[in-house]
């Protein structure tokens, strides 16, 4: 039997490939592997991710990608969101998990509500305070045309445009600018 955290070693050390959409291995051993973690445990494998230093991710090449099929290993959605009901609790959930978190699986509808709206709410706060420009970007995919309604974040998408291509991309695909 092999434990998350022996997969999340073993990917690490030896640099498997963790990308979100890899086109040349789909990151497939790492989702094997986790696949096979969960499997033989599925309860441990949920509570040793929900519990997982935040920190440990950033020894990933790809921490996004590396998070992202964690929380897929899990399958449904109510593992899912039992596990960022968990981080969301934690008062040192880093910037860019949020970020990870909001576009992956809170965009995608991966989570059960109200853990979803729990989740945007705090990513709006973090985005008024740290200005993050992947997690604005990310909020403006995910709030869609509602983004109008969160006339702060809209505010600083359009300032954070004028120099960042990526969100002006952002509202003009929802329809904002």
């Given at each position: 039997?092999v434990g998350l955290?022996?997969?999340?070693?073993e990917?690490?050390r030896?640099?498997?490939?963790?990308?979100v959409?890899?086109t040349t291995c789909g990151?497939g051993?790492?989702r094997r592997?986790?696949?096979?973690?969960?499997?033989?445990?599925?309860?441990?494998f949920?509570?040793?991710?929900?519990?997982?230093?935040?920190?440990?991710w950033?020894?990933?090449e790809?921490?996004?990608?590396?998070?992202f099929?964690a929380?897929?290993?899990?399958?449904?959605?109510?593992?899912v969101?039992?596990?960022?009901?968990?981080?969301?609790?934690?008062?040192d959930t880093?910037?860019?998990?949020?970020d990870?978190v909001?576009?992956?699986?809170?965009?995608t509808g991966?989570?059960?509500?109200?853990i979803?709206?729990?989740?945007l709410?705090?990513?709006?706060?973090a985005?008024e305070?740290?200005?993050?420009?992947?997690?604005v970007?990310?909020l403006?995919y995910t709030?869609g045309g509602a983004?109008?309604?969160?006339?702060?974040?809209?505010?600083?998408?359009?300032?954070?445009?004028?120099?960042?291509p990526r969100?002006?991309?952002?509202?003009?695909?929802?329809?904002?600018?």
């Open positions: 039997m955290a022996s997969v999340l070693n990917a690490i030896t640099r498997w490939c963790t990308k959409e890899c990151a051993r790492y592997a986790l696949a096979e973690a969960r499997h033989d445990d599925p309860i441990g949920a509570e040793a991710l929900a519990s997982r230093p935040f920190e440990s950033l020894q990933f790809d921490r996004r990608g590396a998070v099929h929380l897929n290993a899990l399958g449904a959605a109510h593992p969101s039992q596990v960022l009901e968990r981080w969301i609790t934690r008062l880093p910037t860019w998990l949020l990870a909001l576009f992956d699986i809170v965009r991966r989570a059960e509500s109200p979803r709206e729990v989740w709410d705090r990513a709006l706060q985005a305070m740290t200005h993050d420009v992947s997690l970007e990310s403006v709030l983004i109008r309604q969160h006339i702060g974040l809209l505010g600083l998408a359009e300032q954070l445009a004028a120099s960042q969100v002006a991309k952002a509202l003009r695909h929802v329809g904002g600018r």
